[in-house]
């Protein structure tokens, strides 16, 4: 049986119905279990759990063979902090996979992630890698770039925000670049990873065809919904003060400094893992945006 974490989130729920539909045992552990019903529609046990709840996590793990540790958040709030679930969740769940002897454990990463990095998001990321790593148990890294897809949450407010404004928005150069993945080719990765002893103690950089600057990929998205509209450089000062206020002022702001940070950084990888190690093609940008922007 595999444990997956983080099932009703975008990149879990698209998992979990992948390997339901290849006969895959899917134990589910959510936070709120009664929003949990898609789940248990495609045979999944859904097992009530929190990362920061240890007692939760050692039941959830009981009889598991392998883990995907799949949580994780893009931005902090009250309450909820990168190191709290990063840190302290993956250290909490791996404590309590190697109580229970589960002999492979997959943590999904993000490129980008380093020991040094300028945003929290990577360095609560590395660490977390490290305690994976260190744990004693089997384990996978995978670190994607920008996943995008049907619920993609970066894809869904850069549409909405095309949609509505008379320009295109690019945050300061628009110049770093991402190599958009599509969803469908992560899950196939998980998926191949997580079923076989071929992946085992090692780490996995994924990433499209294609390597992107954060303006083609606005410009991109525009095209798909069939928007024609000029652009309007955001200075990343401006940006930086207008995200701290908003901070300070918002329980949940639209962009934040960390955000921003990673905004200006390049998070783009070879074609090798991807094509060597798991045999896949992925998608160009333009047919994976094709398949749920219209």
Request: hydrophobic share 40%; aromatic share 6%; charged share 20%.
């Amino acid at each position: 049986m595999i444990l997956v974490t983080g099932g009703t989130g975008f990149v879990g729920s698209h998992l979990i119905r992948q390997m339901r539909q290849e006969g895959l045992i899917v134990r589910a552990v959510v936070r709120n279990p009664e929003k949990a019903q898609s789940l248990r529609n495609l045979g999944v046990e859904v097992v009530p759990g929190d990362v920061a709840d240890k007692t939760s996590l050692e039941n959830a793990v009981q009889g598991i063979e392998r883990v995907v540790h799949l949580v994780g958040i893009i931005q902090e709030a009250p309450g909820v902090t990168f190191r709290g679930v990063h840190v302290d969740g993956t250290r909490n769940l791996v404590e309590a996979a190697r109580k229970a002897g589960v002999r492979h454990f997959l943590f999904q990463s993000a490129l980008g992630t380093r020991a040094n990095a300028k945003s929290q998001y990577h360095r609560t990321k590395w660490e977390a890698e490290e305690l994976v790593r260190n744990s004693g148990i089997p384990s996978t890294v995978l670190r994607p770039s920008l996943i995008y897809g049907p619920g993609d949450q970066f894809t869904i407010r850069l549409s909405e925000m095309i949609r509505l404004s008379p320009v295109l928005p690019i945050i300061g150069s628009g110049r770093s670049k991402v190599q958009p993945i599509f969803i469908n080719d992560v899950v196939a990765c998980i998926v191949k990873a997580v079923t076989s002893d071929a992946y085992l103690n090692e780490l996995y950089e994924l990433g499209g065809p294609e390597q992107l600057t954060y303006e083609e990929v606005t410009r991109a998205i525009a095209a798909a919904l069939g928007v024609s509209r000029p652009t309007l450089h955001l200075p990343l000062l401006f940006m930086r003060s207008m995200a701290r206020v908003m901070e300070t002022v918002l329980q949940k702001s639209p962009i934040t400094t960390d955000q921003l940070i990673m905004l200006q950084e390049d998070t783009v990888c070879s074609m090798k893992d991807i094509r060597d190690a798991f045999g896949i093609e992925p998608v160009t940008f333009q047919k994976g945006l094709s398949t749920f922007i219209k």
